[in-house]
């Protein structure tokens, strides 16, 4: 098998969890970075460029709490009790980045079998009579038709208002 190229979002990923030859952990901001310049290089376009924004909630003392706003809307907070702001945003980073790297497998893609599926369940979901009627389900079915071939997290950021 060959090897990865280091800017693959397997190899990242990878990286993620591990720990270099010199014992110092991956710099989860500047993999975020290089992750979505390589999108914008590819093409994918993004409503700010490759711009990944980090914005911390204003506190004094811990824990500190940090937002980063994908170039695609999403928005992802850091996820543990952070002692220092620049421990809050490496870990909003790190949550940015394995959602970005999970978006692209291909289960994350819409199909129209992904479609019907994730329908069957709003529907199921529902307590009522009569639950193919619903128009908020028949509402999220056209959303979702219009999407095929999109990821959920394109999906996701236009949903959000």
Request: hydrophobic share 35%; proline share 8%; with cysteine.
């Amino acid at each position: 098998m060959a090897p990865l190229p280091p800017d693959s979002p397997v190899h990242i990923y990878q990286e993620i969890e591990s720990v270099s030859h010199y014992g110092e952990t991956v710099n989860v901001v500047e993999k975020l970075q290089l992750f979505w310049q390589q999108k914008s290089n590819q093409g994918t376009p993004l409503r700010q460029g490759a711009l990944v924004i980090y914005e911390g909630v204003p506190a004094t003392d811990p824990p500190y709490t940090c937002y980063v706003t994908l170039p695609g809307g999403s928005c992802f907070a850091n996820f543990d009790n952070c002692p220092t702001k620049a421990e809050a945003r490496r870990s909003a980073a790190k949550i940015g980045l394995m959602n970005s790297l999970f978006n692209e497998h291909p289960s994350r893609h819409l199909s129209k079998e992904v479609v019907t599926r994730l329908v069957e369940e709003a529907r199921l979901s529902l307590q009522v009579a009569d639950p193919s009627t619903d128009p908020g389900v028949n509402a999220y079915q056209f959303m979702l038709e219009q999407n095929v071939g999109k990821t959920m997290l394109q999906f996701q950021e236009l949903m959000t208002v």
